[in-house]
């Protein structure tokens, strides 16, 4: 019965808000069934819409991941957007920059540059907030929009492609691109897997246990003996590492160099499916695959039925809304959810 | 306490080293300063006003957002100016209710409910946007007859807007309510100890309904001011991180509202000082640097101020009524 409760919330939310994006589509006069149906089609329908869809879940996944970390150990972490920004940007440089390696050391060279850095934009926020108290909602979104103008500045000086009217890098070099397997992206399936690790260790080890103790209640945290301080750093700098690899993943698999146009909204994504899958890490597998169907499919959308892929931005605000405020629990008392995600508050 | 003298020192002597060097630039460099600075100073009001009732504001970003967005638009369509400053307040308030309505009814964790609202604000924002809308004007600089021809103070005070005036006298009105009258009093008890509040007869949940629909408003008037008298269009993103500044401003300035005005300026000032050093090519920094600024100052001034300021003691803790 737990199970099943802890399913229909999310489901039921996600059903509520393609019904309202039905109606800003009927609004403005564009058919949501058809622009439903060519979104699911080319989504879900073929192996080629199967592959791109788990593409665009990968980094959504590893975003998700970093966010579920933070969120269990008491920190909402919105800078992801930044991080994995700052991973992109590292993993490009050291994709494009960095010649004569055989791609068994260039790539996972390149990988660690975005794990790096993105590390690197976490643990300031973390270091702030563990240091000075310094809440981390503010200081991670500042730093998002600091990484995307030194991003922007990078792309448009020091970094850019020589002989290139666009603002970006150079092409990574191919030992640094990830290879895909019968068409699939490999990313995903470290996505994956780090999923079922980050499940692991919340579930049964030491270290897990103790930043969840932290998240949950600050002062008998410290009355145990654990370092509330060192809980924030480690899943700042986590939460940074994760969103660095996926932006890194992004670029070396996708994207091949960092453009300041790089996919906006992940990180966001990436809180959106964190809170839908109530900060369980294997939750946000099933999430990012929709999420990522979603986005890789909404130019078909408006090319099928006009509709603007705006729409999806609202959708997911909607499904955020609907799963975060209890509102259908309140309408619905059989699935009432007594565990309420709680974020680390204001102040200390 | 040393950081704000710090501060107005720092301000002091950027405007007196202008002005021996160049009067004319130095009254435009400050006026400047208020036209970057007021925005944040209401927006840091909400902040204010919430807080001091005990509710954590993190979507005053998302306020703005929409209520500039409602604002522009309505304006656009009616060709009313005014019809575009009444429905951005509205809106404004709007949003606080529902912030009221997530954080006091349903008692849900504060900071996750200001972040729905700014990610809705951007997904309702985004989808309705259509390109390509113009407003027939801004509101007109209105020169405040008299005042205005005293050298120095009179461009820079009393040569702006209507809602910059609207803007700086309900600063000062809301500081006054704030400490001087009994709704003031009541607000700050319920933002402290809501329990004694409520024993003194105070409803504690009409009054942080209240005073965040009111702080709304004020967002709305914020947003009002960005799109109908500063800028005068509307793009995505629009407000950019502006409401999360304002916290900043709110936690540097202690809850103040003078206070917070204060640092208002001081970050407007920066920030006209830089521009102004560009524009004169004094300095050559890449413009994505000179953007950074608000952002890198915002986390300066937090790590600086923040740890030494105390925050209304029940602040983002929902009211349970004790049970008898």
């Known amino acids: ?348 | 306490m040393r950081s704000r003298w710090l501060m107005f020192a720092i301000t002091f002597i950027a405007i007196l080293y202008f002005y021996m060097r160049d009067s004319l630039v130095t009254t435009s460099v400050i006026g400047t300063a208020i036209t970057f600075g007021l925005p944040l100073a209401m927006a840091a009001m909400v902040g204010i006003m919430c807080e001091r009732t005990g509710i954590v504001n993190i979507g005053i970003e998302g306020t703005l957002l929409v209520s500039s967005f409602v604002g522009f638009f309505t304006a656009s369509a009616s060709g009313n100016l005014i019809l575009g400053l009444i429905s951005a307040v509205a809106m404004g308030a709007i949003s606080g209710l529902l912030l009221s309505l997530l954080a006091v009814t349903w008692k849900m964790d504060q900071i996750i409910a200001g972040t729905i609202i700014n990610i809705l604000a951007t997904g309702l924002t985004s989808f309705f946007y259509k390109q390509g809308h113009t407003i027939p004007s801004t509101f007109p600089e209105v020169d405040i007859p008299g005042l205005s021809s005293i050298p120095f103070f009179g461009p820079v005070l009393f040569m702006h807007g209507p809602l910059t005036y609207a803007g700086i006298i309900l600063i000062f009105v809301l500081w006054v309510a704030l400490y001087k009258t009994p709704w003031g009093l009541r607000s700050r008890a319920v933002g402290e100890h809501p329990s004694s509040a409520d024993t003194a007869g105070v409803s504690v949940i009409k009054l942080r309904y209240l005073n965040v629909a009111i702080a709304g408003a004020f967002g709305g008037l914020a947003g009002a001011y960005l799109t109908l008298e500063l800028v005068g269009s509307w793009d995505r993103g629009f407000s950019a991180g502006k409401g999360f500044t304002a916290l900043a401003l709110m936690i540097f300035g202690r809850w103040n509202p003078i206070g917070a005005l204060g640092a208002a300026i001081f970050f407007g000032t920066a920030q006209a000082v830089t521009n102004q050093l560009m524009i004169t090519q004094v300095v050559t920094i890449p413009q994505q640097f000179t953007n950074m600024l608000p952002y890198v100052l915002t986390i300066l001034i937090l790590a600086i101020s923040a740890g030494k300021v105390r925050a209304p003691a029940a602040e983002g803790q929902p009211y349970e009524k004790e049970q008898a």
């Open chain 1, 1 to 348: 019965m737990k199970y099943l409760r802890s399913w229909l919330l999310p489901a039921i939310a996600l059903l509520v808000a393609f019904a309202v994006g039905a109606l800003m589509m009927k609004i403005q006069g564009a058919n949501p069934f058809v622009a439903y149906k060519s979104l699911f089609t080319s989504a879900f329908g073929s192996s080629a819409g199967i592959a791109k869809t788990l593409g665009k879940a990968t980094p959504l996944i590893i975003s998700g991941l970093a966010v579920t970390i933070c969120l269990r150990a008491g920190l909402f972490n919105i800078g992801v957007q930044g991080q994995l920004l700052a991973g992109a940007l590292a993993s490009a440089w050291a994709g494009y920059a960095i010649k004569g390696l055989p791609t068994i050391i260039h790539l996972p060279l390149a990988l660690l540059f975005g794990v790096f850095f993105g590390a690197l934009t976490g643990i300031i926020a973390g270091a702030l907030k563990a240091f000075r108290g310094v809440h981390e909602v503010i200081t991670t979104i500042m730093l998002n929009s600091i990484v995307l103008q030194l991003g922007e500045y990078l792309a448009y000086g020091p970094f850019k492609e020589p002989g290139q009217q666009l603002a970006r890098t150079p092409e990574v070099l191919n030992s640094a691109k990830i290879p895909q397997i019968f068409g699939m992206p490999l990313g995903f399936f470290l996505g994956v897997a780090l999923a079922v690790i980050a499940w692991w260790v919340f579930k049964t080890t030491t270290s897990g246990f103790r930043m969840e103790t932290v998240g949950r209640n600050k002062s008998a945290a410290w009355y145990a003996g654990i370092s509330v301080k060192r809980s924030i750093l480690i899943s700042m700098f986590v939460g940074g590492a994760l969103a660095g690899l996926g932006g890194a993943i992004e670029t070396l698999g996708v994207v091949g160099r960092y453009e300041p146009a790089f996919n906006g909204g992940i990180g966001f994504d990436g809180i959106t499916i964190a809170l839908l899958g109530r900060a369980n890490p294997l939750a946000v597998i099933p999430g990012s695959i929709l999420f990522g169907g979603m986005r890789g499919a909404g130019a078909s959308m408006q090319f099928a039925a006009g509709v603007s892929p705006d729409i999806i931005d609202l959708i997911l605000a909607i499904v955020l809304f609907l799963v975060t405020a209890p509102l259908i629990g309140k309408m619905i008392k059989s699935i009432r959810d007594t565990e309420q995600i709680t974020t680390g508050g204001w102040g200390n």
